[in-house]
């Protein structure tokens, strides 16, 4: 079974922290994926990866960045937290042409 | 740019009933993957069913089937035989065949009512 990883089920974090949210998958996958899920917003994309070192932006970038260092580990950070930050984060990994697969999401407060 | 459509926010139905959930898109694009997703309370998104929209034939799964409408630019979701379990909201999702830009609906909340 592909797994996909998210360090934390639940994170609470101040306000101008400095935050990472880690996410692995083991089925060596080229294609991973940070989403913001918001009710009635449904998912939006944040920033892809294709490859190691390689990032695209999504709809929804700013505030947020970025790594991949190695194949399995896609990194999403946020530089200074706000409030209006805090969220469901899902992290998803796919390989084409089957289906994404999902962690089972980050749900981030900053206080 | 791509955008997602599912114009029904909540839904419900009795069990062993049929239900029909939306979803329309917009793209450029000739060749895109669709699918349907669930989750349900525990937050773990769940692959439902998947469409390649160059496969004229409607896929199924089960009690899963949908109806793609290509031209129409619509991609439904028929739940047959509605279970308890099916409870969950569903998301219809669009995916560039670059494996780069995907697209989520807003989702629609489905109950299954005994």
């Known amino acids: 079974d592909v797994k996909v990883t998210q360090s934390s089920r639940y994170l609470v974090k101040r306000t101008g922290e400095k935050v990472f949210l880690e996410c692995v998958q083991d089925m060596d996958h080229e294609n991973m994926f940070w989403y913001r899920q918001d009710p009635g917003l449904g998912l939006r994309l944040i920033y892809f990866?294709?490859?190691?070192?390689?990032?695209e932006k999504g709809d929804i970038p700013e505030g947020y960045s970025v790594s991949r260092e190695k194949k399995e580990r896609f990194s999403l950070i946020l530089e200074s937290a706000s409030t209006n930050q805090t969220s469901m984060y899902l992290c998803?990994?796919?390989?084409?042409?089957?289906?994404?697969?999902f962690g089972q999401g980050t749900r981030l407060t900053v206080v | 740019a791509q955008t997602v459509t599912q114009s029904q926010p909540e839904m419900s139905v009795q069990e062993a009933e049929t239900v029909t959930l939306s979803c329309t898109y917009d793209t450029s694009e000739n060749n895109y993957y669709l699918f349907w997703y669930k989750q349900p309370p525990s937050r773990q998104m769940i692959l439902v069913i998947r469409q390649e929209a160059y496969k004229q034939q409607n896929a199924t799964e089960n009690r899963f089937s949908v109806n793609f409408q290509k031209a129409a630019k619509s991609f439904s979701l028929k739940i047959s035989d509605s279970q308890l379990g099916d409870t969950a909201m569903y998301f219809c999702?669009?995916?560039?065949?670059?494996?780069?830009?995907?697209?989520f609906g807003d989702g629609t909340t489905l109950t299954v009512k005994p």
């Open positions: 999702a669009f995916m560039n065949t670059n494996a780069g830009k995907s697209t």
């Open positions: 998803a990994s796919w390989d084409r042409p089957t289906e994404a697969f």
């Open positions: 990866s294709y490859d190691v070192k390689m990032k």
